[in-house]
């Protein structure tokens, strides 16, 4: 697992939550513990600044399914695991439906953990540089004068230069002219990709 990887542990039990913590450090993550869910919301910490929040679900005060609903509603929330003793079906379903990662009833395996942890942080981080990039192209995009929006959308329809030239009445020069300007400016190397772009941008609806 690629380093720094800063995660919160929630457990009520002192016990479990030394023994995860000294297992989790042992492994190389970096681990801020407490002792409640409600501690991780009074200490004020930026949830985005961890890569992955572990908490049993029964504990006093704010349960280990009220602290997904609360980091829930924060921007680049971290995938929550949650671990508990008294597990069920339905409340798996529960936890799940509300967005939790996953779900590890105890007594569970150490290294399953680590292990869900592990999936849990790369698919965070994989979701995270897909949304940079997304960003970034959506910059791209909107750097383009008026016209070279117009002729990104016809080039990307499969219409040839002479063809958009006509439908905005311009010479295919000019046509020529500012579809070298949006592959630059797109960073596109050639047309499929191009049109690959204008796919992430449109997304179509279900």
Known sequence: MPDPCPVALVDDDPA???ALALYLERRGLTVMRFASADALV???EDASAFE????DVRMPGLSGLDLVRHLAERPAAPPVILITGHGDVDMAVAAIKLGAFDFIEKPFDEARLFEAIGVAVAKRRASRHDAEALADLQARFDSLSE???????????GLSNKEIAARLGISPRTVEIHRAWVMERMGARNLAELVRMAMRLRPTGP
Do not use: I, N, P, S
């Open 147 to 157: 016209r070279q929006h117009e002729v990104l959308t016809l080039a990307t329809e």
């Open 42 to 44: 009074a200490a004020g």
């Open 16 to 18: 479990v939550l030394d």
């Open 52 to 55: 992955c929040v572990v908490a």
